[in-house]
Structures are given as C-alpha cells and as structure tokens.
C-alpha cells in the first residue's frame, strides 16, 4: 500500500475519485487510480507485472450550511474489480452513514442529505467496503475514511463577558490600563479569516481608546477630573475577517466610573460666622455647628476642627461628627453675661487623608472667624459655694444654729432671695432655715452615736420670679460630747480553777465606748470602793485600756461555793467622765494540772471516792434495774386485788349503761351527789367504801343555821384535813372531788340536782292527760309520788 500526501494506497482496490462542488476537483485533490500497465520503454522488451488493486484518496470536504434543494454531492467510491456490470455492491458505515451521508450502492456516488454546522461538529468518520452482489463476500478489506466539514464565515465575534463595570482613579495619567475586553468566535481559526478579529471604539472618545489587536482599553486625556464627569459609557465592536468588508461584528458596553482622589481642598462658604448663645447654655451641650465644604467623598473628605486662637479658646471646644463632618461647638465654662457679652474664635477645617501627588493644589485646610453673641438671660440665684459643710454639737437644744448659706440674684436686677429646705428624705425634718437669712438651726435632739451625718438640700428662689430654683448640697456633720458612759466589750465568762495560786491572772477584760475616742479613748479599771476588801479576787488596770482580774488566795473549793460575783467599775477619760459598773461572774471548775478545765459541775458523791466513769454507769443501770422490778411488782399486785366492795353509802358517782332511751330523774336517785355540789347538805362523815372501816364513825350534828353560814374555803379545808387524817388511805389512792355552786337564792334553784332530796307539793297527775306520747313520764312521776305518799 503507497500514501502519497494525506491519500493512502491500498494494493487491491483502485482507489475513487470526486469532484467538489463549486471548486472543483483539483482543490481537495483527486483520488488517483493505478492499474497493472505496460510499459514500452524505446530499446527494451514489453515487462509484464502482476495486477495489483488498491484504494487512493484524499479527505473528504463538505460545505457547512448548504441550503440547495438537492443532496449535496461529496465524493465517489470505485473499486477496480467494479467491471461496470453492477456486480460490485458499495457499503457505508459509521458516523451519518443512511442518515445525513447516502451512497449509490451501484456506482458508489456519496451525497449528503443534511445541511451541517461545523460548529457543531467538524468531522465524520465512515467506512467503506466493496462486496460481491451475488455471493455478497467482501471483495475488498473494509477501509476508513474521514469526511470534513468546510468552515464558512457563519458566526459574528461575541463578548461572553460583557457589559462591564470597571473604576480608574480620577487625575491619571493619558495611557492608564483601564480593562481588557476578549470577543470570541465559532468559527474555524484555522482556515481563512473567518475567526480573526479586530476592535475598535464606537463611543467614548476622545476619553478613552481601545488597542485594536489585544482590546485594551486606555485612558485618551490627561487629568480627567471626577468632580467635572465621573460616569463614563464606553462602546467596544470587534469584527471578524480581519476588519475587511462583509466581515461579521458584535460590540459591547463598558461602563467607566472614576473614583475620588484627594485633589480638592475643603473651603467654608464664608469667611465670617455669627453666632448666638444664651448665658443659661449647660457646660458641656452643644451650642452650634459650623461647616468646610469638600467637594471630596469617601474618606478624602474626612475633617478635623480646631479652634486656632481666639479669646473663647477657653469657653468653647470643637469636635467634629463623622457622619455629617460638621464642627460642633460646645461649651466649656458657663456663660456670664453680665462679666462677658461677646466671645470671638478662629475655626480652622483641615483635610486627615492628604494625598501628596496633589499636594500642589493645596494647602487642603481652610480658616474663618466666629463671633458669639451671649445673650442675656434672667438667671436663678447663685450660692456663694458649691457646697456647705457645717458641725454642731449632739443633745444640742432646738433650735440651735447650726451655719448659714447665702445666695444672690446674678443678674442687674439683683432681686431678693427666700432659701428653704428640700424635705426629700426623713434626714432634711431635722433642721430649719430662715427663708430670708438663710440661716439653719436645728429642729430635733441630734445623737451622733445614731446618726452622725446628714445630708440635706438648700434651695434658692427669686422673690420675684419663684420658678427660678438652684440648689446647693449641705452637710451637717454632729460633734461628738461624752454622754454615754463605758462598759465592758463583751460578756465574759471568767472561770478559775480550784488549785489556783494566789496573784495568778484569771481573765484580762476590756471595755468600749459608744462616744469618739477623743471622749472615752482611755479607761480606767478598779472595784467599787464603796464595798468592802474583796478577800477572794482583786484587780489591776494595765493602762492600756485592760484590765486583769487576779486571785487573793489559795485553792477554791465548789462544794463551798462555786460562783462568785466582782463588781468592777469603769471610767473614761472625757469631759465629764462618765463611769459604769459591771458585775462579772466568776465560776469555781476543777481543772487539771496544766490549767486546762474538766469540768465546772459539782460532782457526785461517789465521785469523790475515786470511783472511775465506768462503776458509775454501772451503778446507775443496777439502780434503774431495781426500780423496774419495783414497778412490776407493784402493778402485778395491783392486778391481782380484790374487787371492790361498794355499799350503799357510797357518796361517789357511779358510771351506769343504759340500753333504752334513760330513766330521766329516776337515774339520779342510784346516789346522793348533792353532797359534792353544795356542803350544807353534806351533814355526816362518809367514809371510803372500797375497805372497811377500822374505827366507828362518830356522827356530827350541826344546826342548819351553821350550815348555811359555812364559808366554802373553810369546807373544802376540813374535807382536805379529814381526808389526810384518814386511816385506811395508804396504800390506796382516792380523789374527792368538791364543787360549789354557791349559797341559795330566795328565788330558789331550777336545778333537778335537789329534786330526790327535797319535797314538792306540785301534782304531776296532769302529765297522763298528755296523751301516749308522755305516757312513761306520768309514770315516773306517778311513781315518785307514790313512794312520797308512803
């Protein structure tokens, strides 16, 4: 197989050849066939060679976007076995085969059915094969070949990117790099110029300007300035075929803003300002705003204000707010119209971003004047001090003058001035003033030890303008006298052991004093010399604000006594002293060698025997033993006693059941209990029924005047004696209980209590008239006035 240029040479088959449309077959090259020849060289003898077949051919080409209303003719297969007796049958496979490219299976013509777009796809790959049409075997090997599309000038340059959007500084300089645009286009680069492309400007000179091969665009002017122009629209075209006529184009918009530099200097629109300001302005508010135009954005207009010179430099301050970027003026000192009328000050703005490549426009600063005016206004009082602070003595009486404050009118008019007290807290009912003096005095017995300190508020007004007010804080601090004696720091508890030794120091005590040290700073301690000499205890001042208490003699015994009692008595050093006494408890405890205390109570008897804490605990259960048998013994005993006996004598009240609905007065009559209500009808000596009696009982008799005239105590004494006296209480126990209701009325008593004692003459035979329903009432009665009559 021979390949000559891009064709390829099979040795069996005779390769096609085809003619382009249009520009004809000697552009795309022909496809050559080679035969078996002869060739008849003059001088040499007729060579016969072996037949060879092949295929010859160059690509296939293929205009893009035909529009004709027939196939498109692209090329032809032969094969040098084809005779022309249509026994050679041509095959096309692969990419478009029957669909967009169709072969004459007879004479192997290839069309194409479909417009094609190299944009889309730039090549075909096909292959074709030569087989017999009677026994359908391949006469040749398949072979592959490849079917180009042919680029035309079809697609216009676009800006993929575009619009756009770009800054450049302000005042750069002619030739500054602005941006770079790129346009593309779809068709082939590689044939012709269908792809090539060239910029140009539209709009936007003469600022601005474009490189027409790499589309940079460039500033075209020196010192383009942002306050005069700073949006700019810039249109960019970029056209195919190298610029020439009937080549394609597309444009784009580039829009150019320029940013702020600092090239203007800021300026006040005047060079003189007044102002006004009321002598009531509070240090420190805000009394006007003055202003430096920059025609500058961003932070190259940033200012500061300051105030240079000017005899206000002292009463006025300036700051600058960065939002507006206006100067605010305020007030340092308060305004005085009477001393000062008018203040005058040199206000300089100055830029804080300088940019020194325009240094030469400078200077970027800017001065003017400012006259303040102070205006006159009708002002409340003036106190001569910020504040007072005044002293006066505790228990001082009412009324004594404790200072005086003084306030006047500021203005020309000089009016009179009323003082009085803000009553805000309980602190400022203490004390008065005179509304026209201003004097204040005491209206309650002050106590430093309470309260030693007050704070109080004097207000000030115009008699002739009440609502002008100030005010003035005092403070009234409360001297200290000695009025309160000293007395001991705290409660002691002194302890001294039984093995002390005389002159050895048991407690060392100390004393306070509600008074200020400079009234009981020093104490003085001794005992009360109005008693007589302490034999067991003594003691002695240190000097130093103590006192040591101290014993006299030897060994203290608790058995003797366990407490004793020391008077001391205390003095201070004030004006007048003042003295107190206190007593303090002295406790006897046993303590052990080394000082230490075991204890403080007064010990058991046995104790002192030697017994250890174990044989006492002992004896303590044996003895708790003991007394449980007692105890059981005495309660078995008790269960095991005889009934008691009850005679019909007995005076006490039984407890009866009943089963029906009660006997009404007929239950009463089971005892006499009138006994234990009233002592007059108590007229003999009842003794216990639960045992017998041992003695015979003597019968008393009294007159009935007696009995009426008994005083109830006295009654109640004689039962108590008769009872302690009597023989057969131990080892029983009785309770008698007595109650009195008191002596009878002449209206006589509504009690039933005496109804079983005493005689009526009243006739209940009524009560059987009553019907059924009172049938067993008249039978009781009926019954008690039987046995009456018997």
């Known amino acids: 197989m021979r390949i000559t240029s891009t064709s390829c040479i099979c040795p069996v088959l005779v390769c096609l050849c085809f003619v382009q449309r249009c520009y004809g077959a000697a552009h795309h090259g022909s496809i050559k066939v080679t035969r078996n020849q002869t060739k008849h060289v003059e001088g040499e003898t007729e060579v016969h060679h072996r037949p060879k077949r092949g295929w010859v051919w160059n690509q296939f080409f293929v205009l893009e976007e035909h529009m004709g209303p027939d196939p498109q003719y ?98 750069s300089e002619m030739g500054t790099s602005v941006l770079q645009v790129t346009a593309t286009d779809a068709d082939d680069p590689t044939y012709g110029n269908s792809a090539r492309v060239v910029y140009s400007i539209l709009q936007g000179q003469p600022y601005f300007s474009v490189d027409p091969k790499t589309g940079v665009i460039r500033t075209a002017l020196h010192n383009m300035d942002r306050e005069a122009r700073e949006h700019y629209s810039v249109v960019i075209q970029a056209k195919d075929m190298a610029g020439q006529v009937g080549g394609l184009s597309g444009s784009t918009t580039v829009n150019i803003t320029l940013t702020d530099v600092n090239d203007n200097p800021p300026r006040f629109p005047q060079k003189h300002y007044q102002l006004y300001v009321p002598e009531s302005a509070q240090v420190g508010s805000a009394v006007g705003k003055i202003k430096a135009n ?17 005899d206000g430099s002292g009463v006025f301050s300036i700051s600058t707010d960065k939002e507006t970027r206006e100067g605010i003026l305020s007030l340092k000192k308060p305004l005085n119209y009477e001393k000062k009328k008018s203040y005058t000050l040199n ?25 303040i005016i102070v205006g006159d206004v009708d002002e409340p009082p003036l106190f001569t001090m910020p504040s007072y602070v005044m002293e006066v003595y505790e228990n001082a009486k009412i009324g004594t003058a404790v200072g005086t404050v003084t306030a006047q ?70 001297l200290d006298v000695n009025d309160n004696p000293p007395e001991l720091a705290r409660e002691y508890d002194v302890v001294v052991c039984e093995n002390a030794k005389p002159g050895q120091v048991i407690q060392t005590i100390t004393a306070t004093d509600k008074d200020y040290s400079a009234n009981g700073a020093r104490f003085h301690f001794s005992l009360d010399e109005g008693l ?17 208490i101290l014993t006299r003699r030897r060994r203290y015994s608790r058995n003797t006594q366990d407490i004793y009692y020391l008077p ?15 007593t303090l408890t002295i406790r006897v405890c046993a303590c052990e060698r080394d000082g230490r205390v075991r204890t403080c109570h007064a010990e058991a008897f046995l104790s002192s025997a030697g017994l250890s804490t174990g044989a006492l605990i002992a004896i303590l259960l044996c003895v708790v033993i003991l007394l449980a048998i007692v105890v059981l013994f005495i309660t078995l005993r008790r269960s095991k006693k005889e009934p008691l006996i009850i005679s019909e004598e007995d005076v006490r009240e039984n407890v009866v059941t009943y089963d029906d609905e009660g006997g009404g007065e007929e239950d009463t009559e089971a005892f006499d209990i009138t006994a234990l209500r009233n002592p007059s009808a108590a007229e003999e000596l009842k003794y216990r029924r639960d045992v017998r009696p041992e003695v ?40 008698q209980t007595y109650a009195y209701e008191g002596h009878r009325s002449e209206a006589g008593s509504i009690s039933s209590l005496d109804s079983a004692t005493t005689h009526s003459d009243q006739d209940y035979n009524y009560l059987g008239d009553w019907g059924p329903e009172f049938k067993k009432l008249a039978e009781l009665y009926g019954e008690i006035e039987s046995e009456r009559t018997t």
């Open 74 to 171: 692209v090329g032809k297969l032969h094969s040098n076995s084809d005779k022309g007796d249509g026994s050679v049958k041509y095959i096309l496979t692969g990419e478009g085969a029957g669909t967009i490219f169709i072969i004459d299976d007879t004479t192997g013509d290839i069309h194409s059915t479909k417009s094609l777009d190299r944009e889309q796809k730039t090549h075909y790959v096909l292959h074709a094969q030569a087989i017999d049409r009677r026994t359908n075997k391949p006469l040749e090997p398949e072979s592959e070949f490849i079917i180009k599309v042919q680029d035309i000038n079809d697609n216009a340059p676009k800006f993929t990117d575009g619009p756009y959007i770009v800054t450049v500084p302000e005042m």
């Open 696 to 735: 015979k009982p003597v019968p008393r008799h009294h007159p009935s005047s007696s009995l009426d005239s008994i005083d109830v105590q006295e009654f109640i004494k004689q039962r108590l004696a008769e009872a302690d006296l009597d023989p057969s209480v131990p080892p029983y126990d009785s309770l």
């Open 568 to 582: 001391v008595l205390i003095s201070d050093g004030g004006v007048p002293p003042l003295s107190s006494s206190s």
């Open 409 to 478: 009118d500021p203005d020309t008019a000089n009016s009179l001035v009323r003082y009085f007290i803000v009553h805000n807290t309980e602190e400022d009912r203490y004390f008065t003033i005179d509304p026209s003096t201003g004097t204040i005095k005491t209206a309650k017995i002050l106590d430093r030890e309470e309260t030693p300190w007050y704070n109080i508020t004097v207000a000030a007004s115009e008699i002739d303008n009440p609502g002008l007010v100030s005010h003035v804080p005092v403070g009234v601090r409360i």
């Open 532 to 548: 007589s000499l302490n034999p067991n205890f003594t003691l002695r001042d240190n000097e130093d604000n103590t006192a040591s």
């Open 294 to 310: 920059d025609a500058d954005t961003g932070s190259n207009a940033d200012m500061k204000y300051t105030i240079i010179n000017g």
């Open 347 to 371: 206000i300089e703005g100055a830029n804080t971003h300088l940019d020194f490549r325009f240094s030469h426009l400078g200077p970027f600063k800017d001065v003017t004047m400012l006259k």
